[in-house]
């Protein structure tokens, strides 16, 4: 029986090694074709033009608009935004209901598949939340933009007057 036993650890042991040594190559390619596939997400979704106004205080909040291409034959979505110069940040629709426009939060902008979508302030939007700091025409700053499939886009913010 401890023969066996132990000639059955050695077989185990022999076939774990093999499908190590068969897996870790397995792994790496597995990433580098998700990565690709980030990649290529990220050439089919273009950011230009994002941009907020000037503000001379600290503490406010701010709608960041944009325009977003996307060349790919699949919509997206926009799920959040990071910016240094805002603590929090919210995707929002202006509502046209009965009475006043008013903004909404939403849990993500779609993005239509070989379209594009501008954010502004009357339609689709981001609201930066509590300002950390005043921003100064001219400024610029750096924000990431997360989408569904296309994964995070750094893009470039002007503020404007």
Not at 33 to 52: F, K, P, T, W
Not at 94 to 109: F, K, L, Q
């Amino acid at each position: 029986m401890p023969f066996e036993r132990g000639l059955h650890r050695a077989v185990a042991c022999r076939n774990i090694k093999c499908n190590s040594w068969i897996t870790l190559p397995l792994f790496c390619l597995i990433s580098t074709v998700g990565v690709m596939h980030n990649a290529l997400a990220n050439e089919s979704l273009q950011i230009v033009d994002a941009r907020v106004p000037a503000v001379d205080k600290e503490g406010g909040d701010l709608p960041l608009t944009m325009t977003i291409r996307n060349e790919a034959d699949s919509a997206d979505a926009l799920l959040r935004v990071r910016c240094p110069v805002a603590n929090f940040s919210e995707r929002h629709i202006v509502d046209r209901g009965e009475g006043a426009p008013a903004m909404r939060s939403i849990s993500n902008i779609p993005v239509p598949a070989k379209g594009t979508l501008e954010l502004k302030r009357d339609g689709y939007h981001v609201m930066l939340l509590q300002l950390r700091q005043a921003l100064t025409p001219g400024e610029t700053f750096k924000c990431a933009v997360v989408f569904q499939k296309a994964g995070t886009i750094e893009t470039e913010v002007t503020v404007q007057k």
